[in-house]
Nanobody, 123 residues
Framework: QVQLVESGGGSAQAGGSLTLSCLGS????????MAWFRQAPGKEREAVAV???????KYIPSVKGRFTISKDSAKNTLYLQMNNLKPDDTAVYYC?????????????????WGQGTQVTVSS
């Protein structure tokens, strides 16, 4: 059974940092594209960053230079290091997996999802 479990969310001041983790089971991160998405209150879910099976990253413009996506395939764990946080980063963050390794920012391409972790950034 495929399962993704996020952790590491919480509260931070603007300019602060948080690191999210996503532990996977039931499949190998070394063959999947893995991504972080987020959904703020009243807004649609959006991609934040994606990492291919071969560790090529891609970011949305609003987080580029502030967030870093990475993984430890041996631990089947995906990370999102978030620096210089802004109030606009406040959202529920989800990790997701794409078994076809499409390096996509489209949530329709992802077939495995975690339950989400809340990130709240105050000014």
């Amino acid at each position: 059974q495929v399962q993704l479990v996020e952790s590491g969310g919480g509260s931070a001041q603007a300019g602060g940092s948080l690191t999210l983790s996503c532990l996977g089971s039931g499949y190998s991160f070394s063959t999947y594209s893995m991504a972080w998405f987020r959904q703020a209150p009243g807004k649609e879910r959006e991609a934040v960053a994606v990492l291919t099976a071969k560790d090529s990253p891609k970011y949305i413009p609003s987080v580029k230079g502030r967030f870093t996506i990475s993984k430890d395939s041996a631990k089947n764990t995906l990370y999102l290091q978030m620096n210089n946080l802004k109030p606009d980063d406040t959202a529920v963050y989800y990790c997701a997996g794409d078994g076809r390794n499409r390096w996509s920012l489209d949530d329709r391409h992802y077939d495995s999802w975690g339950q989400g972790t809340q990130v709240t950034v105050s000014s």
